[in-house]
């Protein structure tokens, strides 16, 4: 057994940690949020404005749609990319197995603002894609619509979020025992039936693991719309960067900060009761 | 027996030949360099119980894989009733297999485990949950229809693994190691049960088991692989009392090898004479523990082979003794009926028609 010393000692650091750096910001913020700017300055004076005003305005609840549109999109998109990879690596890929998979790790390893700027000069009016289409001549002057746009949005974020999809999918593939799907054939299931019947009901987890990070994750993002998205692709997090910065409403920004995290918290707990339900081993 | 280049109708009427459900014509299997299968060849005739037995690495698993389909031969055919079966892919086999570790899907109930394989062939809806039932009533597992497997013990794991395969009325049942992960008793248990499910179905089993006991309890015949190789194809009783070569003799029960010199129909190993029918040179006889007797009361019989030898160690196994003789530097085991305890050195006899010439 452990003494209590010892068990203070160990257990320190994590809780002064969780304690100063998470819920002390969080209680901070919470309290902002019932908090209004008065002549230029925070008052302490307690009340629902800020919530009020969250949904009296529209901008924000349609933002706030635009953005889980988006990051639904962006979900979507990378299961689309992420299922068949890691399906075709866990099932087919034999030898090159370790390489495919660096391949989708490497990418990790460069910077976000990298990536974000590698697709401002493919999809950019001068850009590569725009090179090359009137290069092969399918069009005549650059299209302007593929960068500063919500679709450039969507792009980026699904090339850097798909490997987050990819690896807990790739982990439930694995975990599959192969002697199932051996059995599934010998029962007279052939390769689509097999798939639909038990791979993907015990890929369930993982998929779910993959499309909570992309969803979540898009839901925060702030960069991608700042560096390919223009006005039309705003995204909430964005609303809530420039509340507390140029516009200094911090009130309403927590405000906003706390229906997300709301969402985010309730989101997560649901996925985790869903993980847990389907997961059977 | 090879059948190079052989085209379709002649291998045809070979498989079609006498009442094989099953033949396994010429089949080697490669995984890269390494040789798990060479050229075996054999049949099974329906409604029988052949256990393919033999050490691990032995290639018997294989052999049961290339039969349910999960791996192509590299060279040989696979006939199934007249048909090519080692170009079908599994799903269209009429063969089901019982796993090793079972491989009950986790996220399907009991019922739906069994139900799988009817469903995926498009067995009409109605008729499904009566075959069903029936299946699991076969198993004694009806109670535990609504469960899943992670719920079950390991017996109770196997019976749905059978029920599971049972239920597609297979032509043959592939069953590999089903029993290894029971405990003893529970064993026992599963094999006489297995035995008589197998005689009401009618349905011929293919087993696969590194036990020499079980297979010899289960079979109607053993197919004894070494190697990748087949050692020796033949009922339990036969291939007990007349194996084919000394490894088979040790593989099955206990043996006493004797390295023999045969001169003028006279076989001679150490000190012990017998008379032997084989050609004149060196011989290796087989010689089981059982057939050694301890000197008759009375006169013993006409051909009786005696010697005297040392009894160096005794051990009390209930209704008999095992005895390690010595004589003349040669050790001997014999296995005689409980009579108390022996000491120094007794008259044994045995019967030259026990001593079995066998291929090294």
Redesign the interface.
Known sequence: MYSRAYKWIVSAPPILWVGIFLLLPYALMFAHSFWVVRDGMIAHEWNLQNYAKLFQNPVYLEVLFRTMRIAAAVTLLSLLLGYPLAYYMSFHANMRKDLLYQLVIVPLWVSYLVRGYAWKTILGSEGVLNGFLQYIHVTKEPVSFFLYSPFAVVLMLTHIYTPFVFLPLYASLEHI?R??V?????????SR?TFF??IL??SLPGLLAGATFAFVLTLGDFLAPLLVGGPSSIMIANIVQSLFGTAYDWPLGAAISVCILLLTISLLFLTERLEKR?S?? | MTLPGSSQPQAAAIAGSGDALLAVRNVAKSFGAREVLRHISLEISSGEFLTLLGESGSGKTTLLRLIAGFEQPSTGEIWMSGERLDILPPYKRRVNTVFQNYALFPHLTVQENVGYGLQVSGVAKAEIPGRVTNALDMVKMREFAASRPAKLSGGQQQRVALARALVNRPKLLLLDEPLSALDANLRKQMQSELKSLQRELGITFLFVTHDQDEAMALSDRIALLKDGALEQIASPREIYAHPATSYTAEFIGQTNLLRAEIRNGVAACGSLRWSASQPAGAVLFSLRPEALHLAPDGPFPSDAIRFRAVVRQQIFSGSSEHLELELAGQVLRARIPARGALAGEQEFWFSPADAVAVQE
């Open positions: 025992p002697n199932l051996e059995a599934s054939q010998d029962l007279g299931a052939g039936a019947r038990v009901p015990l389907w059977f081993r």
